[in-house]
């Protein structure tokens, strides 16, 4: 709240807008949770205009934060991204100064340089940025960031209502340190972005996430599987292995399996259900003859086509064709969904 403060705002409007009670102002024993901290936060930068919510010396407009994160939210990797995100961030000022050691025998390092101005808790800014970029990151690739550590030049905190900041990060904290940054693992940088659109960002900003929980990354194990047997359909692999999956979405196939299994789901079943739903739409949305509907989900021969579309929808391709031809809600989906599994 300092920084506001020092440019003149009100710390107990600001509160009230992010629906705190203004009673935890200037109260050491007080707490709020994760999702107010997130939406506090929020309001700060909107009332300064400012994402380093008056931290540094020189702003940083949320029209241009917006600008950064349309640049880095299209990247195809979660490498990339953080690349991308580090060289706008030098450009806009002197004040901050990221950075990304690439060759750090721990794993890849993202130094962040903070040049605060006085009056300000320089720690609390540093380990806000640090809980923003753990759970914007793990959001992107839609899993927890696995961290290899988290280095501060700050002091253990000592809260006098023991709560222990850091504990979210899940790694080893390193304090005292010549520099503020995180190590990533390598796999991670190396993820799939699965979120790739700003109206995404702007729903998951909306969904005032909780920073004080380890992050989901907004999706569950079925749909992380879902989008990647459907990538490896777009290349022409119709029966995907697990392990094929599994690689995709840089994880181990015991975590993968894990994953699905806590959840209730079948690899087998989701593999088989997508082709079957594209198989679907192609009869509903085309009017292709039943044998190219066949060829274009990976069937070489019509016989065998025609045997697992039973297996599928309990009907012969004709017959599920000829019964929901008018059924204008099924065809409607059918439209949308070969439009979505079909681009490239």
Known sequence: MRGAELRGHDPLAILA?????????????????????????????????????????????????????????????????????IRFTQALSLDIGPQLVEDDPQGPRHVCVYHTIEGVDRDIFV??????????????????????????????????????????????????????SLWYDRHDLSAPLVHGALAEYLDYNASRPDWFST?????????????????????????????????????????????????????????????????EAYLLATDVPVATVGYRVGFNEPSSFSRNFVAWAGMTPSEYRERFRGDGARIALATTRLTERTAS
């Open 17 to 85: 807008r992010a629906g705190i009670d203004e009673a935890v102002y200037g109260d050491v024993g007080r707490a709020i949770d994760g999702r107010s901290l997130f939406s506090l936060v929020e309001q700060l930068q909107e009332a300064l205009d400012d994402a380093y919510i008056g931290f540094l010396a020189e702003r940083c407009r949320m029209a241009l934060e917006m600008e950064r994160t349309r640049a880095y939210v299209h990247c195809d990797t979660l490498g990339e991204a953080v690349r991308v995100s």
């Open 127 to 180: 380990w806000l940025r640090f809980v923003w970029i753990y759970h914007l990151f793990s959001w992107l690739i839609g899993r927890p960031l696995a961290l290899r550590g988290v280095a501060v030049r700050a002091s253990p905190p000592v809260q006098a209502n023991g709560f222990d900041r850091f504990a979210i990060f899940g790694c080893p904290i390193h304090y005292g340190a010549q520099e503020d």
């Open 215 to 279: 992050p989901s990354g907004g999706l569950t194990a079925r749909v992380r599987t879902e989008r990647a047997i459907i990538a490896l359909h777009r290349r022409g692999d119709w029966t995907p292995s697990f392990e094929a999956v599994a690689d995709r979405l840089r994880l181990q196939p015991r975590r993968l399996r894990r994953d699905l299994l806590r959840e209730g789901e079948s690899f087998q079943q989701i593999r088989t259900r997508l082709r079957g739903e594209l198989a």
